[in-house]
């Protein structure tokens, strides 16, 4: 159970984020909604944390902005006095093929997905060490592990994250923080809403379970990182795929 523990989740107010701010919030701990452009999606994540008996904190901020990434720590550690959990969740696609893609969609998608949860870490490791405890959990992607033809900015964004991942828990294992990846495969949010039902079919014969994922089947990978039981693992990247991998 994770009560008394404090999270902050980025993009939380849809999809993958919401889900796991909720499943955290149904354990025990208190939420920082994090959210960009879509406040009244955020809202409803906040309320449906607050159904749970916690609290909620809603702040905006561009994960890709350093300055606006510190104000949410700081406004979390006022609010709530700690950070014990954090999920770098934001993430954007903009895809294309190499040799179609732009130099601004590659940096978009690099910023947000990868330096984005490098600033957030930066900031999350800084009063984790104080506090000597910790859980930081990345969200990458089967596209990180396995590359996607179209997808070459998203997949060295979320293949970085597991580089992150794995540099951050030698550097902070011994201080009582760990560091883990999720892998998600296809989950069912507006991201994946988007492909065609000829690209969906395709996907399905590829994943074993014969089903596509949802937000809940990576918001429990993510519980179980952050419960007590996990407490021995770090460095890792779990696949929440359906067998895809
Ligand atoms: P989604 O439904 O499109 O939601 C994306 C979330 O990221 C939204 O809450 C959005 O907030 C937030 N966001 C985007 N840019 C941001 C920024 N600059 N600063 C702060 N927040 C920002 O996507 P999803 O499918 O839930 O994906 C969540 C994560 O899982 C992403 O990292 C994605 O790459 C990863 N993932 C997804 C799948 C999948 O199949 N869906 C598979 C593997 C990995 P606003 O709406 O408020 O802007």
Redesign the pocket.
């Known amino acids: 159970m994770l009560e008394g523990k404090v999270a902050i989740v ?8 919401r889900a796991i701010a909720v499943e955290l919030a149904g354990r025990g701990a208190d939420i920082t909604v ?5 406040r009244e ?2 809202e409803e994540t906040a309320e449906l944390i607050r159904a749970k008996g916690r609290r909620a904190l809603l702040v905006r ?4 902005d350093s300055s606006q990434v510190e104000e949410m720590f700081r406004q979390t550690a006022e609010e709530f006095g700690r950070i014990d959990i954090l999920v770098n ?5 903009r895809d294309n093929l190499l040799l179609r893609m732009s130099e601004e969609d590659f940096d978009a998608v690099i910023n ?2 990868l330096k ?1 949860a490098f600033l957030c870490m930066k900031q999350a490791a800084k009063r984790m060490l104080k506090q000597k405890s910790g859980r930081i959990i990345n ?5 990180g592990v396995a590359g996607n033809a179209g997808q070459a900015n ?1 997949c060295a964004a ?1 293949a970085g994250i597991i580089g992150l991942t794995k540099s951050a828990a030698k550097e902070l294992g011994s201080k009582g923080i760990t560091v883990n990846a999720i892998a ?4 069912c ?4 809403d988007v492909l065609n039902d000829t690209v969906k079919d395709t996907i399905l014969t590829r994943i074993p379970l014969k089903r596509f994922g949802s ?1 809940e089947d990576i918001a429990y990978t993510a519980a179980f990182l952050a419960s007590d039981e996990a407490a021995y693992i770090t460095g890792q990247v779990l696949g929440t795929d359906g067998g895809m991998s």
Do not use: F, L, Q
């Not at 980025?10 to 984020?17: E, F, M, N």
């Not at 969740?89 to 696609?93: K, L, Q, V």
């Not at 998600?184 to 989950?187: N, Q, S």
């Open positions: 980025t993009g939380a107010s849809r999809g993958i984020g994090n959210y960009c452009g879509s999606k955020a901020a561009d994960v890709s969740n934001a993430g954007i696609t947000t997905n984005g969200i990458s992607s089967i596209s998203y979320k998600p495969g296809y989950i949010t507006d991201m994946t937000p």
